[in-house]
């Protein structure tokens, strides 16, 4: 089994920033991708940002510029650093690690609320 730990979400204003961080840990094969999700109150959850275990990202367009996904391959840890916040990204961000055959696993989500 995976478990992922979280860390590093709160309460910030428009405009501040913040960095989460996941770290996979237990047993598990190789990892394909590591990254974060999100859900708002009332939406579907969506993708934020991925990054594959060769080090490529990917953004959804609505972060794009403003957050930056990084990984500790040896560490199995990915971080998020969300700078420029703003409103609409208040959300319950999820970790997420891609084992590809092996399946996915989730973390429990922390809270990012980006409020004056």
């Known amino acids: 089994q995976v478990q992922l730990v979280e860390s590093g979400g709160g309460l910030v204003q428009p405009g501040g920033s913040l960095r989460l961080s996941c770290a996979a840990s237990?047993?598990?094969?190789?990892?394909?991708?590591m990254g974060w999700y999100r859900r708002a109150p009332g939406k579907q959850r969506e993708l934020v940002a991925t990054i594959t275990s060769g080090g490529t990202p990917n953004y959804a367009d609505s972060v794009k510029g403003r957050f930056t996904i990084s990984r500790d391959s040896g560490k199995n840890t990915v971080h998020l650093q969300m700078n420029s916040l703003k409103p609409e990204d208040t959300a319950v961000y999820y970790c997420?690690?891609?084992?590809?055959?092996?399946?996915?696993?989730w973390g429990q989500g922390t809270q990012v609320t980006v409020s004056s």
């Open positions: 997420n690690v891609d084992m590809g055959y092996f399946g996915n696993s």
């Open positions: 237990g047993r598990f094969f190789s990892i394909l991708a």
